[in-house]
């Protein structure tokens, strides 16, 4: 076997977020390379449907579950969950989030900042505080969280996000510690990501806006996948506690 080459076999894959998008992607990239994935969101039948897709794709083992991961309580079942239904958890990605659109700072209501930090933030803390536990008593894994450049580049239309989102890059370090040298924890930054989402879009304006990226356009989803397939990997054994930027250079 090429020591070079990315290998899941074996492994067991936690992805949040991962009916479509973003998430789906890496579901399928971690399938196609031997891994056990288990993809949860809200809607059960829409990761049912993402994990019979993928199945048909790879031939891998694909299971899904239905997750809210803003709620604590979730949160805390669904870990001791799939703990029970799977044995250990190699691997944890925390992809869910969103960036809800408002007018101004102050139609920002109490509700939708809780909704923002829940999603973002306390979700992702609860779910690498509990397996990540469980990973250092069994010999260690990896937890990659899906940040965004607004928690470095934060803007007046992302303001709950991306103080959520700066919140989830401070924590990924601190778990760093918290669970190492066994298991690493370190998180992607991604930018700009040409998902479902987008095609809501002004395309004409945010073809304008992308001239300024170094890459003059934005990402495919499947380009986010070798960051996170690195830093699950055994190759980046000696990475952990960091944040890598993925945005065609939108940043710089």
Same mark, same amino acid.
């Given at each position: 076997?090429?020591?070079?080459?990315?290998?899941?076999?074996?492994?067991?894959?936690?992805?949040?977020?991962?009916?479509? +998008?973003?998430?789906? /992607?890496?579901?399928? *990239?971690?399938?196609?390379?031997?891994?056990?994935?288990?993809?949860?969101?809200?809607?059960?039948?829409?990761? /049912?449907?993402? *994990?019979?897709?993928?199945? !048909?794709?790879?031939?891998?083992?694909?299971? $899904?579950?239905?997750?809210? !991961?803003? =709620?604590?309580?979730?949160?805390?079942?669904?870990?001791?969950?799939?703990?029970?239904?799977?044995?250990?958890?190699?691997?944890?990605?925390?992809?869910?989030?969103?960036?809800?659109?408002? =007018?101004?700072?102050?139609?920002?209501?109490?509700?939708?900042?809780?909704?923002?930090?829940?999603?973002?933030?306390? +979700?992702? #803390?609860? &779910?690498? !505080?509990?397996?990540?536990?469980?990973? $250092?008593?069994?010999?260690?894994?990896?937890?990659?969280?899906?940040?965004?450049?607004? %928690?470095?580049?934060?803007?007046? =239309?992302?303001?709950?996000? %991306?103080?959520?989102?700066?919140?989830?890059?401070?924590?990924?370090? $601190? &778990?760093?510690?918290?669970?190492?040298?066994?298991?690493?924890?370190?998180?992607?930054?991604? +930018?700009? #990501?040409?998902?479902?989402?987008? /095609?809501?879009?002004?395309?004409?304006?945010? $073809? /304008?806006?992308?001239?300024?990226?170094?890459?003059?356009?934005?990402?495919?989803?499947?380009?986010?996948? +070798?960051?996170? &397939?690195?830093?699950?990997?055994?190759?980046?054994?000696?990475?952990?506690?960091?944040?890598?930027?993925?945005?065609?250079? !939108?940043?710089?």
């Amino acid at each position: 076997m090429n020591k070079w080459a990315f290998d899941f076999t074996g492994k067991k894959v936690v992805i949040t977020g991962g009916s479509r +998008g973003l998430g789906f /992607q890496m579901a399928c *990239a971690f399938s196609s390379l031997g891994a056990e994935v288990i993809i949860a969101s809200r809607k059960l039948e829409s990761c /049912q449907t993402a *994990a019979s897709t993928i199945t !048909a794709e790879t031939g891998g083992k694909v299971h $899904a579950y239905a997750l809210h !991961a803003a =709620d604590w309580d979730q949160c805390t079942e669904f870990a001791h969950r799939v703990l029970e239904d799977h044995g250990k958890i190699d691997v944890l990605v925390n992809n869910a989030g969103s960036s809800p659109l408002y =007018d101004k700072v102050t139609d920002i209501s109490e509700e939708l900042y809780d909704k923002v930090v829940g999603l973002n933030l306390k +979700g992702p #803390f609860r &779910l690498s !505080a509990l397996l990540g536990e469980k990973m $250092a008593e069994s010999g260690g894994g990896a937890i990659v969280n899906i940040s965004s450049i607004a %928690s470095v580049n934060p803007k007046p =239309d992302t303001v709950p996000y %991306s103080a959520a989102k700066a919140g989830l890059n401070a924590t990924t370090v $601190a &778990l760093a510690h918290t669970y190492g040298p066994d298991v690493r924890v370190n998180a992607v930054v991604p +930018g700009t #990501f040409l998902t479902d989402i987008s /095609q809501h879009w002004d395309q004409e304006a945010f $073809a /304008q806006r992308a001239q300024s990226f170094a890459a003059k356009r934005g990402g495919e989803p499947e380009e986010i996948v +070798g960051a996170v &397939l690195y830093l699950s990997s055994p190759m980046a054994s000696y990475t952990t506690g960091a944040l890598l930027t993925v945005d065609g250079g !939108a940043s710089k």
